[in-house]
């Protein structure tokens, strides 16, 4: 447990292992054996699934006609663009919807004059296609509504607009609650009748999807001898940002977008990128997994969190250097106000929850304060699930009405739960992992009762010890440049695909010292060979460790400063041998 104020502070986990798979991985691929370790460690077990995983080639993506409603999508859609119809992208405020209509407005734009752009201002509308802005659509002349990263349960909205003579086109990827909405194609592999075999896009990897089908529609048309053939391959650095931004599985598609992308934004291609970089301080670097999700994805969620998701949606856009500095900045100011109110929000919970452990608190946490942003809670709620492995809802109250968001572990459904809490809920949408509530203020008492009951309903027994989840346990001399060379080929990380953590015991300490922030720097010893660590804010450890023993768990890296490169450890956890 993170909160723990003993060794080791989590559960160890060591996963079963099949060493046949192991050898026919390092027989057929010529992989280190910990390498074909960890790989078996993931369910990949057979070698063309290895080198598809190892290598993610754009010609592995799914055909995008297997989603239900794609084919009913495209012709919509072909047919606005031959009626020169006008139409809007009607997106979600986080880094998804703004990638998201970014990739489909800068796809559409080059042949098509009539097609705009908006995104709800979070505070004053809230999540979702609305009544007002339907009515502004149809004043302006707009005919087609595209929703993108929203939609799938916007039913009465969607029932007005046509009532108002205006089609729409979902593209979700929202859990679904019920019917459908009467729109003219809900493309979103969730829906019980759609044969995409990858059901975990994020809404930028749908709208990716949908410019695949629709390039090829409009080519077998003819389209492209009086237009510029697209490459949509320029358009990955954006998917993978709203892909990790959306913390979606980087598995399958995912994987190959994400994989792709961060080499498009390593590169510089795309203006507005090359100014977040540089105001986030990464600028000349290799972009990796961590470095969009904390320096990049923040700066472009702060937008839509505290001020407009238009200046990061014209950021994005942008072709000129100097506007797009000058936005990047903005961006970043806006970050920065974030994390300040974030932090605030942060310290408070602390207090009110203490030590859940202790007290024997099994329950989610779910909380409400008429003075949180709304737009900053769910950025908490998901440190507090990071550092007490349980479900959280932080609830934002106003005039009576609390906006909510929720975060949860791999073990519960959080969707599925606030399903069954709808009596208590004015509405609700999200996934598996993250959702969104709006809830009457006197039902919150209720709801959080309720909610913890259907907790323990999902799995009576379930445990809310944090796991450490090892994938091998190895030697210390195993960590050598040329592994660390063969982890690289396991990136980009992130959910489901997690760094790589071994285990090496009896081991010993020297030189140890707090550095930043509370961080514990320290040389291991064991089998002839000495490694750098770093502990990041564990320096309150530090007399419990010397002269002992240790068993330790943690991700081999490189590590970089000053020009030069050295492997280091950095650690997940340590146990004290007796």
Same mark, same amino acid.
């Given at each position: 447990?993170?909160?723990?104020?003993?060794?080791?502070?989590?559960?160890?986990?060591?996963?079963?292992?099949?060493?046949?798979?192991?050898?026919?991985?390092?027989?057929?691929?010529?992989?280190?054996?910990?390498?074909?370790?960890?790989?078996?460690?993931?369910?990949?077990? !057979?070698?063309?699934?290895?080198?598809?995983?190892?290598?993610?080639?754009?010609?592995?993506?799914?055909?995008?006609?297997?989603?239900?409603?794609?084919?009913?999508?495209?012709?919509?859609?072909?047919?606005?663009?031959?009626?020169?119809?006008?139409? *809007?992208?009607?997106?979600?405020?986080?880094?998804?919807?703004?990638?998201?209509?970014?990739?489909?407005?800068?796809?559409?734009?080059?042949?098509?004059?009539?097609?705009?752009?908006?995104?709800?201002?979070?505070?004053?509308?809230?999540? =979702?296609?609305?009544?007002?802005?339907?009515?502004?659509?149809?004043?302006?002349?707009?005919?087609?509504?595209?929703?993108?990263?929203?939609?799938?349960?916007?039913?009465?909205?969607?029932?007005?607009?046509?009532?108002?003579?205006?089609?729409?086109?979902?593209?979700?990827?929202?859990?679904?609650?019920?019917?459908?909405?009467?729109?003219?194609?809900? *493309?979103?592999?969730?829906?019980?009748?759609?044969?995409?075999?990858?059901?975990?896009?994020?809404?930028?990897?749908?709208?990716?999807?949908?410019?695949?089908?629709?390039?090829?529609?409009? /080519?077998?048309?003819?389209?492209?001898?009086?237009?510029?053939?697209?490459?949509?391959?320029?358009?990955?650095?954006?998917?993978?940002?709203?892909?990790?931004?959306?913390?979606?599985?980087?598995? !399958?598609?995912?994987?190959?977008?994400?994989?792709?992308?961060?080499?498009?934004?390593?590169?510089?291609?795309?203006?507005?990128?090359?100014?977040?970089?540089? +105001?986030?301080?990464?600028?000349?670097?290799?972009?990796?997994?961590?470095?969009?999700?904390?320096?990049?994805?923040? @700066?472009?969620?702060?937008?839509? /969190?505290?001020?407009?998701? $238009?200046? #990061?949606?014209?950021?994005?856009?942008?072709?000129?250097?100097?506007?797009?500095?000058?936005?990047?900045?903005?961006?970043?100011?806006?970050?920065?106000?974030?994390?300040?109110?974030?932090?605030?929000?942060?310290?408070?919970?602390?207090?009110?929850?203490? !030590?859940?452990?202790?007290?024997?608190?099994?329950?989610?946490?779910?909380? #409400?304060?008429?003075?949180?942003?709304?737009?900053?809670?769910?950025?908490? #709620?998901?440190?507090? *699930?990071?550092?007490?492995?349980?479900?959280?809802?932080?609830?934002?109250?106003?005039?009576?009405?609390?906006? =909510?968001?929720?975060?949860? +572990?791999?073990?519960?459904?959080?969707?599925?739960?606030?399903?069954?809490?709808?009596?208590?809920?004015?509405?609700?949408?999200?996934?598996?992992?993250?959702?969104? %509530?709006?809830?009457?203020?006197?039902?919150?008492? $209720?709801?959080?009762?309720?909610? /913890?009951?259907?907790?323990?309903?999902?799995?009576?027994?379930?445990?809310?010890?944090?796991?450490?989840?090892?994938?091998?346990?190895?030697?210390?001399?195993?960590?050598?440049?040329?592994?660390?060379?063969? +982890?690289?080929?396991?990136?980009?990380?992130?959910?489901?695909?997690?760094?790589?953590?071994?285990? +090496?015991?009896?081991? $010993?300490?020297?030189?140890?010292?707090?550095? =930043?922030?509370?961080?514990?720097?320290?040389? %291991?010893?064991? !089998?002839?060979?000495? @490694?750098?660590?770093?502990?990041?804010?564990?320096?309150?450890?530090?007399?419990?460790?010397?002269?002992?023993?240790?068993?330790?768990?943690?991700?081999?890296?490189?590590?970089?400063?000053?020009?030069?490169?050295?492997?280091?450890?950095?650690?997940?956890?340590?146990?004290?041998?007796?």
């Amino acid at each position: 447990m993170n909160v723990a104020k003993t060794l080791p502070t989590t559960r160890w986990r060591l996963r079963e292992e099949n060493q046949d798979v192991q050898k026919l991985l390092v027989r057929e691929l010529g992989l280190s054996p910990l390498i074909s370790r960890i790989l078996e460690s993931r369910d990949i077990c !057979d070698p063309d699934h290895a080198r598809r995983y190892l290598s993610p080639s754009l010609g592995d993506l799914h055909n995008p006609f297997l989603m239900q409603d794609m084919n009913k999508a495209i012709d919509r859609m072909i047919r606005a663009i031959y009626h020169n119809e006008r139409m *809007v992208i009607y997106g979600d405020y986080d880094a998804d919807g703004i990638t998201s209509v970014v990739v489909l407005l800068h796809f559409l734009r080059q042949i098509h004059p009539g097609a705009t752009y908006y995104i709800p201002d979070r505070m004053r509308e809230g999540y =979702g296609l609305n009544r007002e802005a339907v009515e502004r659509f149809r004043s302006e002349g707009i005919s087609l509504i595209v929703t993108v990263d929203c939609g799938i349960s916007d039913y009465e909205q969607i029932a007005y607009a046509r009532q108002l003579g205006m089609g729409t086109i979902i593209l979700d990827h929202h859990e679904i609650s019920g019917a459908l909405p009467e729109a003219e194609a809900a *493309v979103n592999p969730n829906r019980t009748d759609c044969r995409f075999p990858f059901k975990h896009l994020a809404a930028v990897g749908i709208v990716f999807n949908f410019l695949i089908a629709l390039r090829g529609a409009l /080519r077998r048309d003819g389209f492209w001898k009086k237009y510029a053939y697209p490459n949509l391959k320029e358009y990955l650095d954006l998917v993978a940002l709203g892909t990790i931004g959306d913390i979606a599985p980087l598995v !399958d598609e995912n994987r190959i977008f994400v994989k792709i992308g961060l080499d498009l934004m390593t590169e510089d291609r795309r203006v507005g990128l090359r100014a977040l970089k540089l +105001v986030s301080g990464i600028d000349h670097q290799v972009v990796d997994s961590d470095k969009a999700s904390f320096a990049l994805i923040p @700066r472009i969620n702060a937008a839509g /969190r505290i001020a407009s998701a $238009s200046e #990061a949606v014209d950021l994005l856009l942008s072709e000129n250097q100097d506007q797009a500095e000058e936005l990047a900045g903005k961006l970043d100011g806006f970050n920065r106000k974030r994390q300040v109110m974030e932090k605030l929000i942060f310290n408070e919970l602390l207090e009110k929850v203490g !030590d859940p452990f202790e007290a024997g608190e099994i329950g989610p946490l779910v909380f #409400a304060s008429p003075n949180w942003h709304p737009g900053v809670i769910g950025i908490v #709620a998901s440190k507090l *699930v990071e550092r007490f492995g349980r479900p959280a809802i932080l609830i934002s109250l106003k005039d009576g009405i609390g906006k =909510g968001s929720g975060r949860s +572990v791999a073990g519960f459904n959080i969707y599925e739960g606030l399903k069954r809490c709808e009596s208590l809920l004015l509405s609700y949408g999200g996934h598996r992992y993250a959702a969104g %509530i709006s809830i009457p203020e006197g039902n919150i008492d $209720s709801f959080a009762v309720r909610f /913890r009951e259907i907790l323990r309903e999902n799995d009576p027994a379930i445990d809310f010890t944090v796991c450490t989840m090892i994938d091998a346990q190895c030697s210390l001399k195993d960590i050598t440049h040329e592994l660390l060379s063969q +982890v690289e080929q396991l990136a980009p990380f992130g959910n489901r695909n997690p760094e790589p953590i071994l285990c +090496v015991r009896n081991v $010993s300490m020297a030189s140890p010292s707090i550095v =930043g922030n509370n961080h514990l720097k320290m040389r %291991i010893n064991g !089998d002839g060979v000495s @490694r750098n660590s770093i502990w990041f804010s564990k320096g309150q450890f530090l007399q419990d460790l010397s002269s002992a023993m240790l068993d330790i768990v943690f991700t081999p890296q490189m590590n970089t400063w000053n020009g030069s490169s050295d492997i280091q450890l950095k650690m997940k956890d340590i146990a004290v041998n007796p």
